[in-house]
């Protein structure tokens, strides 16, 4: 098995590709452990309950038109939900590619963070806004 080291991600979010101001991205899903045992066990048996995903991103800021923060901001105000997709390499979607989508929802975001001297970026977290939670696409 080829190790993978990451060097072309793509990041779209609602349909605007931000990957050339991406730095940092993670795809994350996780369930509840749910324990299951029951009397005359001699070990614990847990089952798996209700799932939850997240992406969270690091990009460099940018007011432009269509840029970093004509995107995420109206995003964060509406409350509304919006698909966000990940892919580990630029190349096209297969099952040694394949991309991450999720409904989202943006609950929090920092337009303007940085010392002086510092390039500004903004931290986001997009979180499940959809009973899918993260798919995983092959084609």
């Not at 991450?100 to 500004?120: H, I, K």
């Amino acid at each position: 098995m080829a190790k993978f080291i990451l060097k072309h991600p793509v990041i779209t979010v609602a349909g605007v590709d931000l990957t050339d101001h991406c730095s940092s991205v993670e795809v994350s899903t996780e369930f509840d452990e749910v324990d299951l045992t029951t009397f005359c066990n001699d070990f614990r048996s847990f089952g798996q309950g209700p799932g939850d995903a997240n992406i969270t991103a690091t990009f460099f800021q940018d007011y432009a038109s269509g840029s970093v923060d004509a995107t995420l901001w109206p995003l964060a105000q509406s409350g509304g939900t919006f698909d966000v997709v990940v892919r580990g390499g630029s190349e096209a979607v297969s099952s040694t590619n394949p991309k991450y989508t999720m409904t989202s929802r943006l609950f929090s975001y920092t337009p303007l963070s940085g010392g002086y001297g510092d390039a500004s970026t903004t931290d986001v977290s997009f979180r499940n806004a959809g009973s899918a939670g993260l798919s995983r696409g092959t084609s």
